[in-house]
Structures are given as structure tokens and as C-alpha cells.
């Protein structure tokens, strides 16, 4: 569990900086499940012409920006939600994860639907914004956190996160639909508030989703690895009512958890299938979507 000073420097900063917490054994069959997510879009891009070469001696964190160097396309499967499966859902219900979260929303807690998987490539990053800019309204009271668990070291060179400190108690600042997506106005967040977090793998960095964060430009050659998992305090908003969290983990009443991967799939597919009946229905907050 977190400690009182730790969950005081939380609620002061916006954020917490856990190290040491993984170790290799932990985060192994998520990488090795990752690998073999591009393992396979190497062989079906290979197959169709669109790459020369599997790089199949390129190690973890080169293989799949040299793949997508050919074919961008090739990391479009390991983004957003799409990727569900076994050890990555596992993973998103580890101890070590959900006790430190316990200690902040309680003991019956949801995994909640946004989570990321960043494969991020040479010359990317993340513009600034709020992960509460891209939830409606009725998620605003709920304490919704980031967790975010870096596979490879990230760096200044290779694009870490940054952070604005105190700012998440301001509330939701305007965000503006632009050709990258949904961000903050940079001048809303200056250069200088914006504290770069340089991660070891094995750390993990949690943060409001009222905290402005970005990350820095992927100077390097590599692929910046890293998960962005989500987690709230069971029976609160989510603000997305379109697409269903999981219950990673409940103290009173264990038989409600989710068991398995198949189990939340199933889930997912029967609410966003039931939520598409309603195309009016708004699912984010700010209008003139691109």
C-alpha cells in the first residue's frame, strides 16, 4: 500500500513517482505477448509485400520501428483498445499494481475503459492534454488514475512523460480538436511548467486525470515502450458510458471480479454493441469533432 507521505505528495502534485516496484518476472509475459503481436504483423506484412525484412534479430525495443518504418500501419493493432489478451489482462489485475491504487479509491476497484498500450515510435510524441478531456462530464468527480509502466527505460532522448505539476486542481481545461487529436492549447501549458519524468523500467508513475501531461519527442532509433492503465473506485462515473471498464478487484464481494480475458471481451462486445444503437448519444465532451 502507499504510504501517508506518498499519498500526500498525490493529492499535492498531481502525480507519484513508485520505483523498484516490477521486477523482470513481473513484466515479462507482457512483453513477451507484445513481441508476439509483432512478431505476427511482421510475417502478415512480409506475406503481403510491404516490408523487406522481418527483423527478426532486431531486439524488443528497435524491431517494430524498423517494421513501421515500411508500413506505419504495423503498430495500429498494439494502440488504443485494441489489444486484449491474456497476459496483458493479467496484467492489468496485478497485486502490485492494484494494491498501491487500493490505497487511493478503495478496495473494490474497476479498471476503467481507457487504457494505452505506447509503442512509440522515432520522432513521436503525446501533445498536451488531460486524460479527463477525452471523458464526459460525469466522470469529473470520480478520482480516475494513470498508471503509467514503462517496458524499456524512457528517457529525454526517447520521449518521456512530462507532467505539469499542481495544475490538477484547476479542473478541466479547454481542449481543441486539432489534426493530432484532442489537446490542450500549448499556451494553456507553458514549456517551463512541464516536468519531464525519466522512468526505469521496473517504476511506475501515477497521476490524476486532471493532470496536464504530454511526453517529449522520441529522439532516438527505438521504440518507447510503455502501458497507460486506468483505475477508479467501483460504482462511480467513468465517462464512458460507451464502452465498459472491468472490476479488477472487489474486497466485498471477490466473486463479482472479472475472471478472465474471454469474460471482458464478451463484456466490451455486448455494451459497445448495444451502445452503437445510439449514434446521437455524445461521447465526448467538447463539440466540432474531427
Known amino acids: ?15 507519484l513517482i513508485i520505483e523498484n516496484l516490477f ?36 531486439p524488443f525495443e ?38 498501491r491504487v487500493e490505497s487511493m479509491v478503495g478496495p473494490d476497484i474497476l479498471c476503467h475503459p481507457s487504457y494505452n498500450i505506447h509503442p512509440r515510435l522515432p520522432g513521436g510524441y503525446t501533445c498536451p492534454h488531460q486524460d479527463a478531456g477525452f471523458y464526459l462530464p460525469d466522470g469529473d ?6 498508471c503509467l509502466i514503462p517496458l524499456v527505460d524512457t528517457t529525454l532522448e526517447n520521449g518521456c512523460l512530462w507532467v505539469a505539476p499542481r495544475r490538477h486542481k484547476e ?12 489537446n490542450i492549447s500549448p499556451e494553456a501549458v507553458s514549456e517551463a511548467e512541464r516536468q519531464p519524468i525519466p522512468t526505469k523500467v521496473g517504476s511506475m508513475v501515477m497521476f490524476s486525470s486532471m493532470t496536464p501531461h504530454g511526453s517529449l519527442v522520441n529522439h ?6 510503455s502501458m497507460d492503465l486506468r483505475y ?19 474486497r466485498s464481494n471477490p466473486e463479482s471480479e472479472t475472471p478472465n480475458c474471454k469474460a471482458w471481451i464478451a463484456e466490451v462486445e455486448r455494451v459497445e454493441e448495444h451502445a452503437n ?7 465526448y465532451r467538447w463539440p466540432n469533432i474531427k
Open 1 to 15: 500500500m502507499l504510504n501517508d507521505s506518498q499519498i500526500a505528495t498525490f493529492k499535492a502534485e498531481g502525480y
Open 23 to 58: 521486477t523482470d518476472d513481473d513484466l515479462r509475459p507482457v512483453r513477451d505477448e507484445f513481441s508476439a503481436v509483432v512478431e505476427a504483423q511482421a510475417q502478415q506484412l512480409y506475406q503481403a509485400g510491404r516490408v523487406s525484412s522481418l527483423y527478426e534479430n532486431e
Open 62 to 99: 528497435r524491431r517494430l520501428a524498423k517494421i513501421a518504418a515500411e508500413a506505419p500501419e504495423a503498430t495500429a493493432v498494439l494502440q488504443t483498445r485494441a489489444h486484449k489478451d491474456e497476459a496483458f489482462f493479467q496484467f492489468l489485475k496485478h497485486p502490485k499494481i492494484l494494491d
Open 141 to 146: 468527480e470520480t478520482l480516475i488514475l494513470a
Open 171 to 182: 479542473g478541466v481545461l479547454r481542449h481543441l480538436w486539432e489534426e493530432d487529436g484532442l
Open 220 to 225: 532516438t532509433d527505438t521504440i518507447r515502450w
Open 232 to 250: 477508479q473506485a467501483l460504482g462511480k462515473p467513468t465517462g464512458r458510458w460507451y464502452v465498459p471498464g472491468f472490476v479488477a478487484r472487489s
Open 277 to 283: 444503437r445510439f449514434p446521437e448519444w455524445p461521447r
